[in-house]
């Protein structure tokens, strides 16, 4: 999915600065990497915190208009208010078409209400991980990755993540480093 977001530079930067653009309704943030300098910019508050809201645009390439120049950036960091339902501030970074990033993607589990250790044995499943670190091309950022836990059962109760089957160009960097984590346990199943 290609999310396209309009902008808009502004030059008054600080805690005052910041907070009286959050007043009008506005959100501050920042654009860096790549070989230009940071930019300061201002987005419409209300229309990023529902697009903030979807799973897939954390790790989507976004298309950034700044007053006419579009640049692809992905997001990096947001911060919001303890309490209160509103964005503070917002970061992207730069990113060039052909590069290579790293970036956390989310895990979603599969098969896990119909897998022989819940439905007959009457287990539980226990996550371990929502997310995982993947290195990739710029323009192959997987969404998420599926992970199947419908052969989970009493002789194997947890999932690793080599189950993991990856897309193409798609490298995790736990298992580069040589690190099968665990992503997934079945608890309480009892033997047949």
Do not use: W
Not at 24 to 52: C, R
């Amino acid at each position: 999915m290609t999310y396209e977001i309009q902008a808009a530079a502004r030059a008054a930067q600080g805690t005052g600065a910041s907070r009286r653009l959050r007043k009008t309704g506005k959100l501050p943030g920042i654009v860096y990497g790549g070989s230009a300098a940071p930019l300061a910019i201002e987005l419409d508050h209300n229309s990023m915190y529902y697009t903030l809201q979807e799973e897939a645009f954390h790790t989507a390439l976004i298309k950034l208009s700044v007053e006419g120049k579009t640049e692809q950036v992905l997001l990096r960091s947001v911060n919001y208010h303890p309490f209160k339902q509103q964005v503070l501030h917002v970061d992207f970074q730069r990113v060039e078409a052909g590069s290579t990033i790293e970036v956390r993607v989310p895990l979603h589990f599969v098969g896990a209400d119909t897998c022989e250790g819940v439905k007959l044995q009457g287990g539980s499943i226990r996550y371990i991980l929502n997310d995982v670190k993947v290195r990739c091309l710029a323009d192959k950022i997987p969404e998420f990755l599926d992970v199947d836990l419908s052969k989970m059962a009493v002789g194997k109760t947890i999932a690793h993540l080599a189950d993991i089957v990856l897309p193409e160009g798609v490298t995790l960097l736990a298992l580069a480093r040589g690190e099968d984590l665990a992503v997934a346990s079945l608890n309480g199943a009892k033997a047949g």
